[in-house]
């Protein structure tokens, strides 16, 4: 059994260049036994790597911005702290880590 396995895990894209190795970090916590993976964008990095990639990839609406509101009402970022275990943050640029 792995580590992975049942868990809820958000994977938070930043805009770098590296940002297309965020679908493999997806694909890998899929292939490990992740319960479910969705994406979280940063406006910018939409601009290296498009929401359909993700979309595609997870079989989810991505998030792009964290203050919308969901179906429900729940402002977005409160409905993903409620219902994901694990955030990555990838990749996580010095800009970010500011």
Known sequence: MSV??????LVAVTGG???YKACDVIRQCQKLGAH??????????AK????????SLTRE???IDPF????HGTPT?????????VMVVVP??????A
């Open 61 to 63: 609406a991505v998030m």
């Open 4 to 9: 992975f396995s049942n868990l809820n895990i």
């Open 36 to 45: 479910r993976v969705k994406a979280l964008l940063s406006p910018s990095a």
């Open 68 to 71: 919308e509101n969901d179906a």
């Open 77 to 85: 970022h409160i409905a993903a702290a409620q219902q994901f275990d």
């Open 48 to 55: 290296f790597v498009t929401p359909l990639t993700f979309e």
């Open 17 to 19: 260049i590296a940002a």
């Open 92 to 97: 996580a640029t010095a800009n970010t880590l």
